[in-house]
């Protein structure tokens, strides 16, 4: 039985190749978002040139991620921080990692509560972390108000809406189903994807934010332009192959201007966000247009981490003269080291194409992560001092608890994790969410073993008398 599933399988699969194929998706018109190619290496230079000659990367002088950063560290502040930070500038880049967010949302939120978040001079996150992003950005500053009839979940009731962005975000982590982030495509599945294009559409989540986006926040992010900050999110360019930064505050510091169209500006908000975690095939791409480029003939985005797990590449460069002084913060929504590969918690014992090929991809993505990592404290030394939070033990105090053991309402999050999927949760787990939002609360507090995974401060060097 199964060998003529897969025969039909292929068979549909190969009619589909041109019978299903779809047409691109409109970009909305107006957007005209700034934008940046990221620049891994000098090898990127010929993306470079190859998105410029297609209208797409700026003008020579900011051709490329690390001029960006370099404009916008000199960038001088119109307007006072609301906290001012006596030992350099700080740096927050937010990773990828699905519903692993939930992780970065609660350490947040704890931290918020114990010391503090400081004022990011610049904000980058990708696929999670860009959806994290905003409310980090804002973490000092008042909420967006709004209606709150979006909030449901096991944080219902135990977060206050509308009393800070962080604990807005960790409302926005906690769903009372996979329903209320993804919505099916004709019943789901392999078919539906081969017919739609995706197996999910992301409809809730952009209902979601659009009840969160609001046009105070949006504001807000435009006013902390102006005092001297950014931020950025990364998407990925299915056309040229090429990973974008995508300034949000410069878009949102157009709704400060007289007669701006507040609606139009939260829509291409909204679509850069959508862009940079829209995984294929669960869910379908993004057309985005880039200033100075045709809404006509806009390209398809995806999920920034098919390019970069974090990014800052190359910020070194875009920071010369300015490498002194400051703290970078790396979250990781995720694990940093590849886990075992098992099944049900034993070892695997038989396996097919499709299970080693996914497990070969998990791999993948894995590796990709830990290098742009690498790359993020590779810079973070080089500024002076790297803070560092993943889901793990390593780098934590003695007898840390491993985060797969952490207890919730009487069941660990291994535990959720399995019931969740034994109710059918296939992407998103509500559960495992919670769990993964109170073991984040605990590490920001201090407990579960401690917050950072590595706490590295780069010694001043001293010349010798």
Same mark, same amino acid.
């Given at each position: 039985m199964r060998t003529w599933i897969s025969v039909w399988t292929t068979i549909l699969a190969a009619a589909c190749l041109g019978a299903c194929s779809l047409p691109r998706p409109a970009a909305r018109a107006g957007c005209d978002f700034a934008a940046t190619p990221i620049r891994v290496s000098e090898i990127d230079a010929h993306a470079i040139a190859t998105a410029r000659s297609r209208g797409l990367a700026p003008e020579p002088a900011q051709d490329d991620f690390a001029a960006a950063m370099?404009?916008?560290?000199? @960038?001088?502040?119109? =307007?006072?921080?609301?906290?001012?930070?006596?030992?350099?500038? @700080?740096?927050?880049?937010?990773?990828?990692?699905?519903?692993?967010?939930?992780?970065? *949302? !609660?350490? %947040? +939120?704890?931290?918020?509560?114990?010391?503090?978040?400081?004022? +990011?001079?610049?904000? =980058?996150?990708?696929?999670?972390?860009?959806?994290?992003?905003?409310?980090?950005?804002?973490?000092?500053? #008042?909420?967006?108000?709004?209606?709150?009839?979006?909030?449901?979940?096991?944080?219902?009731?135990?977060?206050?809406?509308?009393?800070?962005?962080?604990?807005?975000?960790?409302?926005? +982590?906690?769903?009372?189903?996979?329903?209320?982030?993804?919505?099916?495509?004709?019943?789901?599945?392999?078919?539906?994807?081969?017919?739609?294009?995706?197996?999910?559409? %992301?409809?809730?989540?952009?209902?979601?934010?659009?009840?969160?986006?609001?046009?105070?926040?949006? @504001? #807000?992010?435009?006013?902390?332009?102006? &005092?001297?900050? /950014?931020? %950025?999110?990364?998407?990925?360019?299915?056309?040229?192959?090429?990973?974008?930064?995508?300034?949000?505050?410069?878009?949102?510091?157009?709704?400060?201007?007289? !007669? *701006? $169209?507040?609606?139009?500006?939260?829509?291409?908000?909204? $679509?850069?966000?959508?862009?940079?975690? /829209?995984?294929?095939? !669960?869910?379908?791409?993004?057309?985005?247009?880039?200033?100075?480029?045709?809404?006509? &003939?806009?390209?398809?985005?995806?999920?920034?981490? =098919? @390019?970069?797990?974090?990014?800052?590449?190359?910020?070194?460069?875009?920071?010369? !003269?300015?490498? #002194?002084?400051g703290r970078v913060t790396v979250i990781v929504n995720g694990a940093l080291y590849q886990a075992p590969w098992l099944e049900k918690g034993e070892r695997v014992r038989k396996w097919s194409a499709v299970t080693l090929g996914l497990r070969a991809v998990d791999m993948l993505e894995n590796q990709v992560y830990r290098f742009s990592v690498a790359q993020a404290e590779q810079f973070g030394v080089a500024k002076g001092g790297l803070l560092m939070a993943y889901i793990g033990t390593e780098g934590l105090a003695p007898g840390a608890e491993p985060p797969g053991a952490h207890l919730f309402r009487g069941k660990s999050c291994d535990a959720w994790s399995q019931q969740d999927s034994a109710a059918g949760a296939q992407q998103f787990h509500p559960n495992y969410m919670a769990c993964l939002i109170d073991y984040g609360e605990q590490r920001g507090a201090g407990g579960a073993g401690g917050v950072w995974n590595h706490d590295i401060a780069r010694p001043l060097m001293v010349a010798a008398p």
């Open positions: 370099r404009a916008a560290v000199q @960038r001088r502040p119109q =307007t006072p921080l609301l906290t001012a930070q006596p030992d350099g500038d @700080r740096y927050l880049i937010l990773s990828g990692g699905s519903q692993h967010g939930a992780f970065g *949302a !609660g350490l %947040f +939120y704890a931290m918020a509560q114990h010391g503090g978040i400081p004022e +990011y001079k610049i904000v =980058t996150g990708v696929s999670t972390g860009a959806l994290q992003s905003t409310f980090l950005f804002l973490a000092n500053q #008042e909420t967006g108000g709004g209606t709150y009839g979006w909030v449901d979940g096991p944080m219902a009731g135990v977060v206050t809406p509308g009393q800070s962005n962080p604990g807005d975000l960790v409302l926005a +982590y906690s769903i009372a189903s996979e329903g209320d982030l993804l919505k099916p495509t004709g019943g789901g599945g392999l078919l539906a994807a081969l017919r739609h294009g995706s197996t999910d559409t %992301f409809a809730p989540l952009r209902a979601r934010l659009e009840a969160a986006i609001t046009p105070k926040l949006l @504001r #807000e992010v435009g006013e902390q332009y102006l &005092a001297g900050r /950014s931020l %950025f999110i990364g998407v990925g360019n299915v056309d040229d192959g090429t990973g974008y930064a995508i300034d949000l505050t410069r878009l949102a510091q157009r709704t400060l201007s007289p !007669g *701006a $169209d507040v609606t139009l500006i939260k829509g291409c908000y909204i $679509d850069a966000l959508l862009a940079s975690s /829209s995984v294929p095939p !669960g869910v379908p791409p993004v057309s985005l247009q880039f200033a100075g480029t045709d809404p006509a &003939a806009a390209d398809l985005f995806v999920d920034g981490g =098919t @390019r970069d797990g974090v990014f800052v590449q190359d910020a070194l460069a875009g920071l010369e !003269g300015r490498a #002194e002084g």
